[in-house]
């Protein structure tokens, strides 16, 4: 029999030391049963105590095997013991942190992209480009690819293209003639809505992830300010840019062309502009890669007045194209 007795039924414990219940036994029995069991509680009666099995206590499950100390989640994600004490990393919901705080997600890096010299990064631009975009005519195509003179080479930067590493990049690539690249970053026109450098992403949270990272170059009089559309109307984003003074303008390219279409967003000062090429999304999809994105990045880029704000810089006035 099972060592949990709780069935509602009167137990007995009869002299030779049996368990039973008064169900399985005759009414003779019973009474005989019941003469014992009031024998053995005065004592006189002899029971081997390995016999006489006893039920849990009133409330408690029956175990099995040795006690072991309860395993809970902790607040961390990982295992926590009985005493409270969490193991592992992770964000309370058992999914790993990254680096920067964030969530890592299933995206990827492709660096073999931004590895290419300017000639290789135009032909690639404009393949891209030809691949979207057959019915157009040569002409219509050739107003559409940008100039191989506006590719800034940025290939010195050997280390990783991810999110952690964008400062170090911005700091190498972004200079200004008598100023420190940290002092440019962290500077602004004093136009509103005028940023020098305006950084493409391919999509919102990524957009969102590289503002995060770059806010150390956020000043009072100088925002780095994020342009997407989702859960931000365009009338926001026109009101917000129309009065503040913006350093970096990072965002998705069709809220920043729409942007810079009503005039809320000026290029009269922009020296570069950052295409957000090695991210790929969970898809593996980079900013080349969807055709949507790809028709508004190259509207952002043929819009006019933009390609030629892009050339004629150099070494220590940084002008251009560049890919991260």
Known sequence: MDDDYDSGEDIIATSNGAITTTNELSRRKRKRAKREAVQLEEGRVEVPAKKLRTSPDAGSAPTKGPNKPTKLKGNNGGKQDAKGKGKGKG?????PMAKDGGK???SSIDDSIVMMD???MADFVAQRIQKFNKDLSTVELGDR???ESIYIDTTAHTAERSLQNVCEYMEKFCTKKGQSSISHLKSSPKAAGSPHTIFICPAALRAADVVRIMRKYQTTDSQIAKFFAKHVKLSEHIEYAKKTRIGIAVGTPARLVDLIKDGALQIKYVQRVVLDVSYLDAKKRGLWDIKEVQDK???LLAVEGV???LEGGGEEDSRGLMFY
């Open 91 to 95: 964000n309370g919901k058992g999914k």
């Open 104 to 106: 890592e997600d299933a």
């Open 118 to 120: 300017p000639k290789i």
């Open 145 to 147: 690819i940008p100039s």
């Open 297 to 299: 990045l190259v509207e």
């Open 307 to 309: 390609r030629r704000r």
